[in-house]
């Protein structure tokens, strides 16, 4: 199965894509995660990237093409995966159709997230990070339970993004509506499209997605089944 989590920045699709790797087994490809890994890198692609994210603006289509064209080589794509970022244009909606023909598969579905501007905007500026290990943390939803002490690693210093910045984060849903939202009516177009509110609970929006893609009872496949053919006989 091969399905495309949209929705802005801040709408959860990160958090429910890892979900539907760890308890579907499909895997997850965050371009957000591969460019921001490409950033750190210093390499002169990776600089690109990170002077246009730090600006709230979206990186060009060549660079995210050549990242997901990669990444769907890999064996770890073979039971499935799920594209949480990509793609963001029209344009990339027509490079991803075409390297999914190349290799003789399809889109199976495109799940929506949808919330609103103000509740984005209070999930994303609040956000921050230890800076030593990476656990995340956010000023209203969930502090460290002991001030300035991180809960995983004892880490007393943290850090934010600098595209969560609030004037960072009303740039990025203005690019959002103007660059994705057109996918909208271009995937509806074709019958697979579903739209879900993820203004809820976490566990509402993950149970609503299983219906609505009819994976209720789908689990990881089994990498290895040796302890099943040792119990035999």
């Keep these: 199965m091969i399905i495309i989590l949209l929705g802005p920045p801040g709408a959860g699709k990160g958090t429910q894509a890892q979900r539907l790797e760890r308890e579907h087994g499909l895997k997850q490809l965050s371009t957000g995660d591969m460019l921001r890994s490409a950033a750190k890198s210093g390499t002169d ?16 289509d ?11 080589t890999r064996d770890e794509c073979v039971n ?26 399809k889109l199976n579905a495109v ?10 905007v209070e999930r994303i500026s609040g956000r921050f990070a230890c800076a030593k290990c990476g656990a995340t943390y956010h000023d209203k939803f969930h502090l460290p339970k002991k001030d300035c002490v991180c809960d995983e690693c004892g880490g007393t210093e943290f850090v934010r993004r600098d595209d969560d910045r609030p004037d960072a984060v009303r740039q990025r849903l203005k690019v959002y509506k103007a660059q994705t939202e057109p996918l909208l009516p271009y995937y509806r177009e074709r019958g697979i499209l579903i739209r879900i509110d993820g203004n809820r609970p976490m566990d509402e929006v993950a149970a609503e997605i299983d219906r609505q ?14 302890d099943a053919a040792g119990t035999a006989g």
Excluded: H
């Excluded at 060549?62 to 769907?72: M, S, T, W």
């Excluded at 929506?112 to 984005?120: G, H, M, Q, R, T």
């Excluded at 893609?213 to 040796?226: F, M, R, S, V």
């Design 62 to 72: 060549d660079i995210v093409v050549q990242i997901i064209a990669e990444a769907l």
């Design 111 to 120: 799940v929506e997230i949808v919330v609103p501007e103000d509740v984005l």
């Design 80 to 105: 499935g995966y799920i594209l949480d970022g990509f793609p963001r244009t029209v344009a990339q909606a027509g490079a991803l159709d075409a390297m999914l023909e190349q290799r003789g598969t």
């Design 45 to 60: 692609v990776g600089l690109r990237a990170k002077e246009v994210m730090d600006r709230g603006e979206l990186v060009s």
């Design 213 to 226: 893609l009819g994976i209720e009872n789908l689990k990881p496949p089994k990498c290895d089944d040796g």
